[in-house]
């Protein structure tokens, strides 16, 4: 492969009825840019189950102290554990998604999450959030390191049948909790060249932290970058899976 030097990594979209082998819980569909070399290669293992699967979305999950990621450790992930062996009994796969803010500026806590969900031995996938930055950092890219560095590329995508999710990165972070909400060129313009790939009847979900359309604001503005999406995917269907809010909903971003 041809890889630029300032890509960071190059990774794979998993295709429908494969999942990436997993390295400490994480599935490794990316290998870090080695500039060095121009072959990659990616480890594909069978994904289970007749074509059926459930997807857990977890939003905000946001532990500060190692006694609040105990907390989540030993009643929610518990909780987690119990479902999968429950749809495992029907052989039904289960994949994990975290929405972001996988923790809150406590960054010493990835690490904590990646061995949780190696016990849970499901493929999982981050989005990051506004809290998995490094607010003591500048700029975007350095902000995100210790998230990069624990859980892969911010944007990516996953097949599950004709399923197809892309998880992009809408914090576009400054410094000390500065930041915008929206999904830059770059993002944007790896989705335009992504999509000739996509039929046109598949279902199509984005996977963000920050939310399109915010109802609890009066007169709210969609931030441009969210905008492309709806264009560079417009005749999909389209599903967005946020979180942020910390209160469930379900919203029509643009009605009929």
Request: proline share 4%; net charge negative.
């Amino acid at each position: 492969m041809d890889v630029s030097d300032e890509a960071e990594f190059v990774s794979i979209v998993t295709p429908s009825g494969y999942t990436a082998k997993r390295l400490d819980g994480i599935s490794q569909f990316y290998k870090i840019n080695d500039k060095n070399t121009s072959t990659f290669n990616f480890e594909l293992m069978p994904l289970k189950g007749n074509g059926e699967f459930v997807l857990f979305a977890v939003g905000d999950p946001q532990p500060k102290t190692d006694a609040q990621f105990n907390m989540f450790e030993t009643k929610v992930m518990q909780d987690f554990k119990n479902t999968i062996n429950e749809y495992a009994k029907n052989n039904i796969p289960v994949i994990t998604l975290y929405l972001g803010d996988v923790v809150w500026d406590n960054m010493t806590l990835f690490n904590k999450h990646k061995l949780a969900m190696k016990q849970m031995d499901v493929p999982f996938y981050a989005v990051i959030g506004n809290h998995d930055h490094q607010k003591d950092q500048v700029g975007d890219k350095n902000c995100r390191a210790a998230f990069s560095k624990c859980f892969g590329p911010t944007y990516y995508g996953f097949n599950l049948g004709n399923n197809y999710f892309i998880v992009l990165d809408n914090i576009i972070y400054d410094t000390n909790k500065k930041y915008v909400v929206d999904v830059d060129q770059q993002q944007l313009n790896w989705l335009k060249g992504y999509v000739p790939f996509i039929p046109k009847d598949a279902n199509v979900y984005v996977a963000m932290h920050g939310p399109v359309k915010r109802a609890w604001v009066k007169e709210d503005k969609m931030a441009d970058g969210h905008k492309q999406i709806l264009e560079i995917l417009s005749g999909y269907k389209l599903s967005f899976l946020t979180g942020h809010t910390h209160v469930n909903s379900n919203l029509d971003v643009c009605p009929g």
